[in-house]
């Protein structure tokens, strides 16, 4: 279900298939990007928003789960909570066992767990999931929020806050380490060893977003470039430029690991803030 709010923070919209926030317009100019080739369609995922990767990343650690990143982001949450009034939009979702029946990867994935998924919209977007082991095992997983971003050129945007991290870049298949900001001159795929904040410049829209996340000690920066994006039919051709994921994440050797009744909270908040000066 199609859900849209209008606060003093902005305008959203979500969707019950994945627990999904695809939009989020401050003063009329988006912070969340979606693609115009998204489908909207039971099952499929979305392109854009913040999809929730949940209980892998990518193919897994295996690398050869399906669907890709976990069913999480198919599968139809429940809405719990709704809570609305001028300056703010508080939604929280549930997922559980029961939910996923029949939902694709479903059944690659052993033990109960209760899986909740937070968004509040005020002055910034905050989203949370926490996942707790409901069952008598332990259980291991990764998440992601996979934060697509709306920037105005990505060849102009610097990512402040990563300088000195370990990361594996997934185009070149190596371990290297961040030197100075990041900046784009083609595909970036990158898995950071990173838990703090991070600031994303801006020059074209003359502002910087302020990416502050917890129980994350990752950090994904991706964009696809002109190659990848014209081979993906959910994402338009004409598209990469105006976009950047900056995901908090455990994936990989930092995977969540939960004894049985204990839970973990993944989070992300999102501020737009004036100007793109470092």
């Known amino acids: ?44 995922p979305i392109r854009g928003g913040v999809p929730v990767c949940w209980p892998w990343f990518g193919p897994g650690r295996s690398g050869d789960l399906s669907p890709m990143h976990g069913f999480a982001r198919i599968a139809p949450w429940r809405l719990v909570e709704e809570v609305v009034d001028a300056g703010a939009v508080r939604l929280v979702w549930e997922l559980t066992r029961h939910d996923v029946a029949g939902t694709d ?16 919209v005020d002055a910034a977007a905050s989203i949370a999931l926490t996942v707790r082991n409901e069952g008598q095992g332990t259980i291991d997983y990764e998440a992601a929020l996979h934060t697509y971003l709306h920037v105005g050129d990505i060849q102009g945007v610097r990512v402040v806050g990563l300088d000195g991290a370990p990361y594996f870049d997934k185009v070149a298949q190596q371990d290297r380490v961040q030197a100075g900001d990041v900046t784009f001159e083609g595909e970036t795929d990158r898995v950071y060893v990173a838990d703090g904040q991070v600031r994303v410049l801006d020059p074209a829209l003359d502002r910087t977003l302020l990416i502050e996340k917890a129980g994350s000690p990752n950090t994904v920066v991706w964009n696809p470039w002109s190659a990848k994006a014209a081979a993906m039919a959910d994402f338009g051709d004409e598209e990469w430029p105006q976009m950047l994921c900056v995901e908090a994440a455990s994936v990989g050797s930092h995977a969540v690991v939960l004894q049985p009744g204990a839970e973990h909270t993944l989070s992300t908040r999102v501020s737009v803030l004036a100007g793109s000066e470092s």
């Open 1 to 44: 279900m199609k859900r849209t709010y209008q606060t003093t923070g902005g305008a959203l919209v979500t969707h019950d298939q994945g627990a999904h926030l695809t939009e989020w317009v401050v003063d009329g100019t988006p912070v969340i990007w979606v693609s115009g080739s998204s489908e909207f369609a039971p099952g499929r």
């Open 105 to 120: 990867g479903a059944e690659l994935f052993a033990g109960d767990f209760r899986a909740r998924l937070e968004v509040v």
